[in-house]
């Protein structure tokens, strides 16, 4: 085994949802939210910048952002064009608040996120009101925003998203009336417990979330839990190389958010929870992780939404399981910072794993030697990440390219990665 035991504790980043929404929030709120255990990365730093763009003061300081809000109507004219760089979340939450503004807007980002659908926000806002026009006709950022004045409506999206009901319920902040929006699955639901914390009146029935306008929104103290995306590496991690145990503290295991786990325990994974308690209304724990002999599963339907940005790394695990895995009603990962799908199987298959492409998902045969390859990440995060998981455990070194994209989410990775390392 060219890999030791991985032996240790790791605290990895404030999750990157949650810490989107807390400088959101606290932007459209009176007073000024504290937060604590905030993600560094690109993508939160690009939530910040625009924020500041639309005279909001964010301090940075060295374990604490304050956010020094002026209510839900006391953002400017934005300054400049909006870059939110490569955040799909900044780009569809943001938009939902622009929405119902008194001024215009220009979103745009970088390359990778100048091709991210943007009609499944574009369609409800407009039947909010909206006026919101792609600049290039094709549904995706550049995105001109002209505030007005919206109406509430019952949205029932075709498609389980955390982001597009988001972005209608901030916009329903600003309506006439009621908004509701009903989900074939539920997505995670951050931005609800959230809301409900900075005093928005909101319910949850089932799969739909409904939010009455005009609340008197109030700064808090958060503090941001662990980000159960990037544990995600580091459970895999500990789970394939032999005689690993690792502990990483401070998780949060909101339902919404654990499929990984749910997944890990059904295939075989020993883990074990301690410290389990609440923040801010998210549930949170330490968990510890051990080296399992790993089988494969059925992963489909309403799991999906739970753990869809752990595919990548699900995928790593599954080759190293035995029997056969199968992923399902996946399709959303077509549209993520790349092709998730077509780029695993492409990868994997390099390296000599027995993997086959669906429309909706990949089926995996485990068991079969991984050896060096060049892998193509197309500077996606979590393909890089992940592909550094099975790096430990094939034989030869893989040729990871633009391995740097990780600073997306995790500028740490690497660094903790080595300190398990015995």
Known sequence: MKTNALKGEIITPGDK???????????????????????????????????????????????????????????????????????????????????????????????????????????????????????????????????TNLKGIHYNSPVASAQVKSAVLLAGLYADGKTSVTEPALSRNHS????????????????????????????????????????????????????????????????????????????????????????????????TVSYSSLTGTKICGDLIPTLIDEIPIIAILSCFAKGTTVIADAAELKVKESNRIDLMVQNLKAMGADITATEDGMIINGGRPLHSATIETKKDHRIAMSFSIANLCCEGELNILHKDCVNISYPEFYQDLASLKQ
């Open 17 to 147: 949802s949650i810490s989107h929404r807390s400088i959101m929030f606290g932007a459209i709120s009176e007073g000024t939210t504290e937060i604590s255990n905030f993600l560094q990365g690109a993508d939160c730093l690009s939530t910040i910048s625009c924020f500041r763009k639309m005279g909001i003061e964010v301090e940075e300081k060295k374990d604490l952002i304050l956010v020094h809000g002026k209510g839900l109507h006391g953002l400017s004219a934005p300054s400049d064009i909006l870059d939110v760089g490569n955040s799909g979340t900044t780009t569809r939450l943001m938009s939902g608040i622009l929405a119902g503004q008194s001024f215009t807007s220009c979103i745009t980002g970088d390359e990778s996120i100048q091709t991210r659908p943007m009609k499944r926000i574009i369609t409800p806002l407009s039947m909010m009101g909206a006026d919101i026009i792609s600049e290039r006709g094709n549904d995706c950022v550049p995105l001109r925003i002209t505030g």
């Open 192 to 287: 609800e417990l959230m809301l409900k914390g900075f005093g928005a009146e909101l319910t949850t029935d089932n799969t739909t979330v409904t939010i009455m306008p005009n609340p008197k929104l109030t700064g808090q103290k958060i503090v941001v839990p662990g980000d159960i995306s990037s544990a995600a590496y580091f459970i895999a991690a500990a789970l394939i190389v032999p005689g690993s145990e690792v502990t990483i503290k401070n998780i949060g295991i909101n339902p919404t958010r654990d499929g990984i786990l749910r997944v890990c325990e059904a295939m075989g994974a020993k883990i074990e929870y301690s410290n389990r308690h609440d923040s801010g209304g998210e549930p949170v724990a330490d968990i």
